[in-house]
């Protein structure tokens, strides 16, 4: 410890001291930034974790006032649609991001899997979600976006009221769309 105290060691060790504590307040401040997202990149990591059960429902139920009060108890601060689809509501989970959460459900059709995220378009504005530039011209100009990603799914984006949905699943899109009823949503 004497040699610390020592001028031409002091400094350097005050220096790297100050690097390191520097660096650890950026990670800090970086791990805050995790909290945003893109959604429908989040919608396909998420559809592919309830695939393959690493994301488990929170609480399995086909009842939507369970699941609003569920989703309400634990800090959705919106209200959560629920479209009309010709599919059966499997359960929900919600996500922690920062001090915002946000409602999943899971639907089931057959062997297929349906899954839906839901964000409010508050954490959209204020740039806390993000929504990729093409996908977001095709919801404001024709009210939603279809695309199909090989070996991965079919995404389907809209905006219901102040609520932007997306929607993965394991169907081709003409069989994804034809589980909605379009015009509801």
């Not at 297929?112 to 011209?137: C, W």
């Not at 090989?150 to 809209?158: A, E, R, Y």
Request: proline share 2%; charged share 20%; aromatic share 10%.
């Amino acid at each position: 410890m004497a040699l610390l105290t020592r001028p031409l060691y002091a400094v350097p060790a005050a220096l790297l001291l100050a690097v390191i504590i520097t660096g650890v307040v950026m990670m800090v401040n970086r791990s805050g930034q995790s909290s945003m997202f893109e959604i429908t990149s989040a919608s396909y990591v998420n559809f592919q974790a309830v695939v393959k059960g690493d994301l488990k429902l929170s609480l399995a139920t086909s009842d939507t006032s369970e699941l609003k009060r569920f989703f309400k108890e634990a800090g959705v601060t919106f209200d959560v649609f629920f479209p009309q689809m010709a599919a059966e509501l499997k359960g929900g989970v919600v996500s922690h991001h920062g001090d915002k959460h946000y409602a999943h459900l899971v639907y089931g059709v057959g062997a297929h899997t349906v899954y839906l995220f839901e964000v409010d378009q508050p954490s959209i504005t204020n740039g806390r979600v993000s929504l990729a530039d093409n996908v977001g011209e095709d919801v404001r100009k024709s009210h939603w976006h279809w695309e199909e990603r090989d070996g991965i799914g079919t995404l389907f984006v809209w905006k219901s009221n102040t609520i932007m949905c997306s929607a993965v699943s394991d169907l081709r899109t003409q069989d994804f769309s034809a589980l909605f009823r379009l015009e509801t949503l």
